[in-house]
């Protein structure tokens, strides 16, 4: 019965969209890295989006599920979140989305 449940459990993405000041994106995506880099147990992949020619962007963070999200925020995480702030025009709008269908391409 648990690999049947194990099944019916769907990821979790964490998404922010959001624009920075003039110029600072590059600078913004150093610590996005950063950032992503050190997290561990749950993580299941990240994504940083640029609409191009601009400073506009969303990034879109996947885990296995809620709590290994919030597990994830270790004082590396704040600190760099902390050093990002700045960058930012106005806040991001951010999200906590269960992932509800993944199409994989065909092999």
């Given at each position: 019965?648990?690999e ?12 922010a969209?959001?624009?920075f000041?003039?110029?600072c ?12 880099s050190?997290?561990?147990q749950?993580?299941?992949g990240?994504?940083?989006l ?11 963070i996947?885990w ?10 270790t004082a ?16 991001p709008e951010t ?10 391409p065909k092999?």
């Amino acid at each position: 019965m648990s690999e049947f449940l194990d099944f019916l459990k769907h990821p979790y993405a964490y998404v922010a969209i959001g624009e920075f000041k003039p110029g600072c994106f590059n600078e913004a995506e150093q610590l996005f890295v950063k950032a992503v880099s050190s997290y561990s147990q749950g993580f299941e992949g990240a994504y940083l989006l640029q609409k191009p020619g601009t400073d506009q962007g969303i990034a879109v963070i996947f885990w296995d599920d809620a709590a290994n999200m919030e597990a994830n925020r270790t004082a590396i995480h704040e600190s760099v979140l902390k050093e990002m702030s700045h960058l930012f025009a106005a806040p991001p709008e951010t999200g906590f989305y269960e992932v509800a269908s993944e199409i994989q391409p065909k092999p």
